[in-house]
């Protein structure tokens, strides 16, 4: 996480860290877990499916003769008989920054050791995913029956419909895959096998609590893409 | 003891303070992003609020939480520089945008 040591090796910080790094035909990544370098990297190409995803939908909204829904109307929800713009998003925002909090915070308690702290940390991780997840069920399930379709929606542009379906859909697999994940690890916290150094996924090599830094890795950029989507889909 | 207690850790951490930090900030942020869409704001007032905000959570949570900034910078590097292709990618997706508009507003309306 912060100032790997290397025995024998002087490791530079900054410009010219990198470059002796870069430079020095051995491994790149000095100090870096491979599994949180093969992270960042599959992360790195979730992020270009993620922004063809987005820029195809800016274009096609910025192409379209057609007027574009209005987010605010479209998504406003009624609370005790007033419609509020974008209310059941901005819930839906406030609970996935709170488990991401609760994530960056497991990661924490996990490097301390302090296994029933990082359990409990992760399990609200995964309840907090979980009723996003329940959000955006509810949130498909009435646009559909106001008449919301992949081809047509009674709004404006018929474009909004597949743009929306198509982008919050993937995302809203990302966030599932990640509650699945985030139970096994719960399971696997409580269960000690970071103390004991039991063997990983599909690996031989002793599991460690930097695996739960991996999953909260996966877990903040599923925040990051909403903090996008947010600000283009349902704001722009 | 001490010294394999320390051994065993295989990241040092950081006070819980920052986290917490960091977490109301996104909370004040993520409300102020609301906001914008609460008072209607319009036109270049709206788009660069709403980037504004995006671009600060989106850099909070990278730089704290994924914990880049205390990353080594070869990493860092390879992770950011890809993204300007994006950029790229938006402004010439912007340009093709405009066109096609252009070309459907002239063809339904004018006529070929």
């Not at chain 1, 924490?108 to 399990?123: A, F, P, S, T």
């Not at chain 1, 979980?130 to 949130?139: I, P, S, W």
């Not at chain 1, 929606?153 to 599932?176: D, E, K, L, R």
């Not at chain 1, 990640?178 to 139970?183: C, D, H, Y």
Request: net charge neutral.
């Amino acid at each position: 996480m912060s100032d790997p040591k290397i025995e024998g090796f002087e490791l530079e910080k900054g410009f010219r860290g990198m470059a002796k790094d870069t430079g020095s035909d051995q491994t790149m990544f000095k100090g870096v877990h491979w599994g949180k370098a093969m992270m960042w990297i599959f992360l790195l190409s979730d992020t270009f499916v993620f922004s063809c995803f987005l820029i195809a939908y800016m274009k096609g909204r910025a192409s379209t003769p057609a007027e574009w829904p209005n987010p605010s109307e479209v998504f406003a929800l009624d609370a005790f008989g007033v419609p509020v713009p974008l209310l059941l998003i901005a819930l839906m925002t406030f609970v996935l920054i709170t488990s991401s909090g609760t994530m960056a915070l497991a990661v924490k308690y996990g490097y301390e050791r302090n296994r029933k702290m990082c359990g409990y940390l992760i399990l609200a991780t995964a309840l907090g995913g979980l009723t996003f997840v329940g959000m955006q069920a509810y949130e498909w399930s009435k646009l559909i029956h106001e008449g919301v379709r992949p081809w047509e929606n009674p709004f404006g542009a018929a474009q909004f419909g597949s743009f929306f379906f198509m982008i919050t859909g993937f995302h809203g697999t990302h966030v599932s895959i990640g509650v699945i994940f985030l139970f096994i690890y719960c399971y696997k916290v409580f269960a000690g096998h970071y103390e004991e150094g039991k063997r990983g996924w599909f690996t031989k090599m002793k599991g460690d609590y930097v695996e739960v830094e991996i999953l909260g890795l996966y877990w903040h950029f599923v925040d990051l893409v909403w903090v996008f989507i947010f600000a283009f889909f349902y704001l722009w | 003891m001490e010294e394999t207690k320390k051994k065993e850790q295989s990241g040092s951490t950081h006070k819980i303070g920052i986290y917490l930090w960091i977490w109301g900030l996104l909370f004040v942020l993520s409300f102020f992003s609301y906001l914008v869409d609460w008072y209607q704001f319009q036109g270049m007032l709206r788009w660069s609020l709403i980037l504004f905000f995006m671009f600060l959570k989106a850099g909070l949570i990278m730089a704290f939480f994924m914990h880049l900034y205390w990353e080594r910078y070869a990493l860092v590097n390879v992770l950011l520089w890809p993204m300007t292709a994006i950029v790229c990618f938006v402004a010439l997706m912007i340009a093709e945008g405009k066109y096609t508009l252009f070309s459907r507003l002239f063809y339904f309306f004018v006529g070929g």
